[in-house]
């Protein structure tokens, strides 16, 4: 099984190959195109990239985050949810990276098989990273009215969220 899965790249550019030439496709100029394409579209997302990864160290170096848990402490202590896993919560929307590297320490403090562990293991796959999406994919070509996107992708990752807590409890 891990000789098919080491080649299943090798045997797909294969098949795209021998189907280029059975085709006649001048496959060389076609990846020129191809690459030509590529820059352009690096060109439209970067100011895009720039301005979100400017806009979420601001947020992360501003301490706003560290106000609003210390509102939110006694709420999740009354409802018994660890207090640790609020961090990723509420980062999860805003940027991919950030929660990684906070399921990174909760793995690291807590180990993957605990509660904490689990339940921020199944936020990450339950949520998405909404104004990531939001800023790259609409910005990057030019929607500027995003209408209920945000308020869908914010409520979807609240309905991923409270899932994540209610199936780890139930199953872990």
Known sequence: MTILSNL????????????????????????????????????????????????????????????????????????ALPFDVIPMMIMRPISGSSTIAILNNLLSQFGPDSFIGRLGSVIQGSTDTTLYVLTLYFGSVGIKKIRYSLWVGLAADIIGIICAIIVTHLLF
């Open 8 to 79: 299943m790249i090798p045997l797909i550019i294969l098949y795209i190959l021998l189907y280029a030439c059975y085709k006649n496709v001048d496959l060389y100029d076609k990846f020129l195109e191809g690459a030509k394409e590529s820059i352009d579209i690096i060109l439209k997302m970067f100011p895009c990239m720039l301005a979100m990864i400017f806009s979420i160290n601001i947020f992360l170096n501003s301490n706003f985050l560290s106000i609003i848990l210390s509102f939110l402490k006694p709420f999740f202590e009354m409802i």
